[in-house]
């Protein structure tokens, strides 16, 4: 078996489905893969908040880790994954625990080359969601 590696790198091309007051300086995406304690990606409100990356090569992934703002989680998180011009297929979902550790949530093992990370239902009145970090680990092929 080969060893787990950080799947995003900088040729991962990301996008997110909103930033809080359009500040991306403040809270924009590129604060999601810092590894800097102070940033964070701050969504706007909405039902529904997601981060899409397309990697640079087909990937294997077999965990994600995120660490939420506690009270701006959400309650159900889905993760959909496909090669490069086929449709997003549903992998699984997760489901979040509403505080401010890393967390980690298994993948059985999928090849893809772009991932969706979709957060339903936030802890946040609003709508809104928090994220200081957001790594994927796995094999790059």
Not at 16 to 43: A, I, M, P, Y
Not at 91 to 110: G, K, M
Not at 119 to 128: K, L
Request: charged share 25%; with cysteine; net charge neutral.
């Amino acid at each position: 078996m080969a060893p787990t590696v950080p799947l995003i790198c900088s040729g991962t091309v990301s996008r997110v489905s909103s930033v809080l007051n359009r500040d991306v300086k403040q809270f924009g995406k590129k604060h999601l893969f810092d590894q800097r304690e102070e940033t964070c990606w701050n969504s706007d409100q909405g039902s529904s908040q997601w981060v899409m990356l397309e990697f640079p090569q087909t990937v294997k992934v077999s965990q994600i880790q995120i660490q939420f703002q506690g009270g701006f989680t959400c309650r159900q998180g889905r993760l959909e994954g496909g090669r490069k011009s086929e449709t997003l297929v549903k992998i699984t979902d997760f489901y979040p625990e509403d505080f401010n550790s890393l967390q980690s949530f298994p993948v059985a093992d999928v090849m893809l080359d772009k991932l969706k990370v979709t957060f339903e239902n936030s802890t946040d009145f609003f709508g809104r969601i928090i994220i200081y970090h957001l790594r994927v680990f796995g094999e790059r092929l």
